[in-house]
């Protein structure tokens, strides 16, 4: 069913074969724009009379959302389908179709608007005027960007459905923009003003209605994408050109039908046509694989370095290079043609998406299984999630997010946790978008007016003092006002601006050489590289790689050499802890994880090293807890609570010492041979556990 609106007011309910199945009364004076909701289920109609009215399917009136005193020329509905934008006059306003809540109204332009639109992906406003200027806004009313003034007040501005693109129409002129704003093309046709543009389901081409009375067709060519030293350029509908910008080899690629979406990384070129998918590698351009899609043209592609991401208007699918399904994630109630490259984020191992009906979620699935992972239960954030990026480099069990939140603050959070629950950390403020590098897993931002690039974000979980420290930093104030990261590989970062133009910046090459060092375990080229690089960032990166990999003698050089003294004196005291578990629970306390510490004590059956752990950390009521729980120590934990007081003379309070003291004696003589007894018992523990295993080595 499609609804046709008229200029006497009524509106007709046309059926697709075009029988008129209903006509309703709908204002006095024309109806100047009517619009579906995304579900299909209530219409939005506007009239010359200044209401705005929403009706069911079926054309039953359900309420007048509001009354103007000028004619509403346009009207668009919010991607939940929970708010409607409208012009009235110079203004734009955001109504929520729940009464009493907040209206957002702001002065747009200084002519009267003519037509908005509101995309459901990118949840970006666009607004086009008499003042001859097209505007994009967020959701809050931010302008994002202004246009410069046309010859012609602007008629007509239409989203394409990714949001990745929209279409701007005027008297003679037809302009297709970024999403950011700038403008890629600019054509002239004779065709009068252009009145109103749709775009195709898929997104490539658009009809416009003309002035004229004739309806024009446009089809989005010369696309670009760029990989390492290869370039693709969509040339036609049905034929790409690939350049090798090495030896200026150049080849042709012809479809069989028209190109909708294409990507091109990881040493692969992955194309969807309206029915068929084809996966070319880069070594070999003759022979793609080709195997056939669902009914529902693409809308988006993810490339990691084993398999890719296809979404479609209905799921999501996820192929290996070869064309083999590996599996469909299923999020109840997920909406696939919502989805964008900052809300879905693709790694070897796992697949993370930001829920569009609760914006604090991100669900995490396994890559191969496509099965929710740990319990199912997605990770949460205290407000909303802007944009998600998983790492790509290092094994699935050390996965990490970063996202971005409405805050713009950047947080990173583990994917697979153990022990305790590790929460999200915040390493960075103000940050418009951000990028993992291609194989390493450093991360790059754009803070306020700052490029920033971190090294080594896992430190946020290692050693947190360090996260400055590890941390590259460059004036970014040339990059204009709302520039986007592109892409992240190797030693490159590429930026688009927001006038379109695309910079490139260089970061040095030794933090990836350290990084492919650790992952090799080649710890001596590692402190070589550092020792020849003489960085304090590269050695704070060092330092934390090596505690995460629990490497305490490379630990202990790097520490010294960025003058962290007490911490070299707290790796010794480790070195010289008489069991390989109390050693592992003090790598834990040094990174700050005082409960993963206890956990690894108790389960190896070191109740004394436990207790002492929260006695030297002043966790009073644990200790006597864990003391009274194993019945042992309960002195012990009453000594140095003594010992405590009386260095800061003053007298106990706590009921449960009280009670405890009354019928235990304090004899330190005694505390300390049993103190003696344990560790003597410990270290004897570890000296048998290593002539066991050496006397099964020698067996084998």
């Known amino acids: ?326 599996c469909t994630p299923k999020l109840p109630g997920m909406r696939a043609d919502n989805l964008n490259a900052q809300t879905v984020s693709l790694s070897n191992d796992t697949i993370a998406i930001k829920d569009r009906a609760d914006e604090k979620f991100i669900y995490l699935f396994d890559a191969l299984s496509g099965k929710a992972l740990g319990d199912g239960k997605p990770l949460t954030h205290k407000i909303e999630i802007v944009e998600i990026a998983l790492d790509y480099g290092g094994p699935a069990n050390e996965r990490k997010v970063a996202f971005v939140d409405k805050n713009r603050d950047l947080y990173i959070s583990p994917i697979r946790k153990f022990g305790k629950e590790q929460s999200a950390i915040k390493i960075g403020t103000m940050v418009h978008t951000v990028a993992w590098n291609d194989v390493s897993n450093m991360l790059c931002g754009l803070q306020d007016n700052r490029f920033t690039v971190w090294y080594y974000p896992n430190v946020a979980f290692v050693d947190k003092d360090l996260l400055p420290k590890t941390i590259f930093e460059k004036d970014g104030s040339e990059y204009s006002k709302t520039p986007h990261i592109v892409s992240f590989i190797g030693n490159r970062v590429t930026i688009r601006r927001s006038d379109g133009s695309l910079v490139h910046i260089t970061i040095p090459p030794y933090p990836s050489i350290l990084h492919d060092y650790v992952n090799s375990s080649k710890w001596d080229d590692a402190l070589r590289l550092c020792r020849f690089v003489k960085e304090q960032s590269m050695w704070s990166c060092l330092a934390a790689m090596a505690i995460a990999a629990k490497e305490m003698t490379t630990a202990e050089v790097a520490y010294a050499a960025i003058g962290e003294i007490d911490k070299v004196q707290y790796i010794n005291s480790i070195n010289e802890k008489p069991s390989k578990e109390s050693r592992l629970a003090h790598i834990q306390l040094f990174s700050g994880n005082f409960q993963d510490a206890e956990a690894i004590l108790l389960q190896a059956g070191l109740v004394y090293q436990a207790i002492q752990l929260n006695i030297d950390s002043f966790n009073w009521e644990r200790a006597l807890e864990l003391a009274v729980k194993h019945k042992t120590h309960v002195d012990t934990v009453l000594a140095y609570r003594q010992k405590y007081l009386n260095d800061f003379s003053k007298k106990e309070g706590n009921e449960r010492f009280l009670q405890y003291a009354e019928g235990v004696e304090v004899d330190w003589e005694k505390i300390n041979a049993k103190i003696e007894m344990e560790l003597a018992k410990e270290r004897q523990r570890e000296t048998s556990g290593t002539s066991v295993r050496t006397s099964i080595s020698s067996r084998s």
């Open 1 to 326: 069913m499609f609804v046709l609106t008229s200029s006497d007011g009524k509106f007709h309910l046309i059926s697709k074969s075009g029988r008129v199945e209903k006509s309703v009364e709908a204002h006095p004076g024309a109806v100047l724009a009517g619009r579906w909701n995304y579900e299909g289920t209530a219409l939005l109609t506007a009239g010359e009379d200044g209401h705005i009215k929403i009706w069911s399917k079926s054309g039953m009136l359900r309420s007048i959302l509001s009354q103007n005193g000028s004619p509403v020329y346009s009207v668009a509905w919010s991607p939940d389908s929970e708010k409607v934008l409208f012009p009235v006059g110079k203004e734009l306003i955001i109504k929520p179709l729940q009464p009493n809540s907040k209206v957002i109204q702001w002065k747009a332009h200084d002519g009267v608007i003519l037509n908005v639109d509101w995309n459901s992906v990118n949840d970006l406003i666009l607004s086009a005027g008499e003042d001859c200027k097209y505007k994009v806004w967020d959701s809050y009313g931010r302008l994002r960007y202004s246009s410069a003034p046309h010859e012609y007040p602007i008629t007509a501005i239409s989203w394409a459905p990714d949001g990745e693109l929209f279409a701007v129409g005027s008297f003679h002129t037809l302009r297709l923009c970024d999403k950011t704003g700038w403008s890629y093309s600019l054509e002239k046709p004779s065709t009068g003003s252009i009145f109103n543009i749709a775009w195709s389901a898929d997104g490539t081409q658009l009809a416009g209605a003309c002035g004229n009375g004739q309806v024009i067709f446009a089809h989005v060519v010369e696309q670009h994408w760029e990989w390492n030293n290869f370039e693709v350029t969509l040339i036609k509908r049905r034929a790409m050109q690939v350049r090798n910008v090495i030896n200026d080899a150049v080849d042709l690629l012809e479809f069989r039908d028209r190109v909708i979406k294409a990507s091109l990384n990881y040493g692969h070129l992955v194309v969807s046509t309206s029915l068929q998918c084809y996966v070319f590698s880069t070594k070999n351009w003759n022979t793609p694989l080709i195997f056939d899609l669902k009914d529902s043209a693409v809308t988006l592609i993810l490339q990691c370095e084993r398999h890719f991401l296809l979404v479609d208007g209905g799921s999501l699918y996820l192929y290996s290079y070869e064309g083999r399904l590996i």
